[in-house]
Every structure is written in C-alpha cells, then in structure tokens.
C-alpha cells in the first residue's frame, strides 16, 4: 500500500485555467508544466493568454523533476516552469527547451505555525531541535527538496536533518499540507507559498538570510515540440510584462527586476 502511495503522489496534478464544462471544438489547447509553488500566479496569466488569443490552456502542476520526466517522455506541451533555473542548466543539452524568460525569484525560508508558537529563530539549525516536528522535502522530486538539500549540506547537516524529520515528502503543496494539519512545527520550504490564499491563516514565516538561502531564479521555457510556438511565444511576453510582474509580486514573488544577476 504504501508503495502504491508513493507513486500516485508522483502524477502531475492537471488544471484547466476555464472552469467552463463546455468543450469548444477546433481551438487550440497549450500545456504548461509548472512547478507547484508557481501555479498561481501562471493560472492568472494563462487566464490572460486564453482571452486574448482565444485557446485553451492547461496546466500539469507536480515536483520540477517530476514534470521534466513526463514533458520527455511524452514530448506533448507547450511550456515548462520548474522552481529553479538549475533544471534548465541541467537538462538544455537534451533539446527540449527552446526560448526562455527570467520571470521572478523564489526564496527558500522556515515557515511555522501561525504566531510562531515554537519561538522558531532564522536559523536552519532550528530544524534540528529536539522539541520540535520538522518536515523537508524529498530531493529528487521537487524544486524545494533540492534546494534544502543544498541548503543544508553547505552547513553540513543535511543527513542530521533528514534523519531526525518526521517524514519526507514529494513538494510544496504536501509540505504546507503537513504544517496545516499539524504533523509539522517547521518546515523549509518556497516563502511565496505561505502567501497563497489557503495558507496564509495557518504559517507565518521565518525569513533566512540571503547567505544562507540564495534567491532562485524562475526561468520560464518554451518546449521545443510545442504546437502551438507563437502563442507560447506570447505567453512568455504576457509573463514577462509589467502586468505579469505585477502578478507575480501579488503571489509574494520577487519580480525579475528586483535582484541583480
């Protein structure tokens, strides 16, 4: 059973933009892998797309590595938003992604219960006290996972950490989960997710220092065998412009102009 559960919590959760049930035939229909942290702000641009150039949009939210697994495999879809720029590093040689803009920046952070009842302080050592639950995400499976594990192997205490944990799990949604249903005193995980209307009245969050986690750069890519190239074309444009910002900084992101590369 329990193996079974671990696999379903692998499959990408799909979303249309239009709540619609009407089916429209002959118009076009995107795909956009997205990273679950990101999902909000591109279900609001995509709302935008589909309006303005009259398609159909859906979106396939999962963990970054998840989704680059399925977009391989099955070479359908038409744009790729995973939680951090290294997946675009790590998997360019493999021809799949073609034109790209830098969207805005996500920022790992300790996020608590609400009112912070623990007296959790900005310091990653914290996920290793003694009273208290702590959650991290699996590092090869989402974007958050990842960049924990980076995180805490600069201080060298990644496997302290992850033994000490109460569980791990596959991505963001399921590590806010965990803190909303109070399995978790502490997690690590995006800050801009404890924004996001169904977290917000449950975590606070406990900002670490730049040194300690950098800014991610969220790189918006266009897939090779897209198609529809223009309209995914446009869909960067759309994210990239002032009123896509705007959405963006609205979901707690950094905009793309905020940090110096």
Not at 54 to 77: N, P
Not at 205 to 219: H, R
Request: charged residues 25%.
């Amino acid at each position: 059973m329990k193996r079974m559960l671990c696999v379903f919590a692998l499959i990408p959760f799909l979303v249309s933009c239009d709540d619609s049930t009407d089916k429209v035939e002959n118009v076009p229909e995107l795909l956009v892998y997205c990273g679950i942290t990101m999902a909000h702000p591109i279900k609001d641009i995509a709302a935008l797309v589909e309006k303005e150039k009259g398609v159909k949009i859906l979106i396939s939210q999962g963990g970054s590595e998840d989704l680059y697994k399925s977009l391989s495999s099955s070479r359908k879809g038409d744009l790729y938003l995973p939680g951090s720029a290294s997946y675009r590093e790590r998997h360019l040689d493999e021809g799949l992604f073609g034109d790209y803009v830098l969207v805005g920046y996500n920022q790992a952070a300790l996020i608590v219960q609400k009112g912070n009842p623990k007296g959790i302080k900005p310091n990653i050592d914290e996920l290793l006290r003694k009273d208290v639950a702590a959650i991290i995400g699996n590092a090869t499976t989402g974007s958050i996972g990842r960049e924990t594990k980076l995180i805490l192997d600069r201080h060298g205490n990644y496997t302290k950490v992850l033994e000490s944990s109460v569980f791990v799990t596959t991505d963001s949604r399921n590590l806010n989960k965990a803190l909303r249903d109070g399995e978790a005193d502490v997690i690590i995980n995006w800050r801009a997710t404890a924004f996001f209307d169904e977290n917000r009245a449950y975590m606070d969050i406990v900002d670490l220092s730049i040194k300690e986690a950098t800014p991610k750069a969220l790189i918006l890519n266009t897939l090779t065998f897209s198609k529809y190239p223009e309209i995914s074309q446009y869909f960067l444009d759309v994210a990239k412009s002032e009123r896509g910002q705007k959405i963006f900084r609205d979901y707690g992101f950094l905009g793309a102009a905020d940090i110096e590369l």
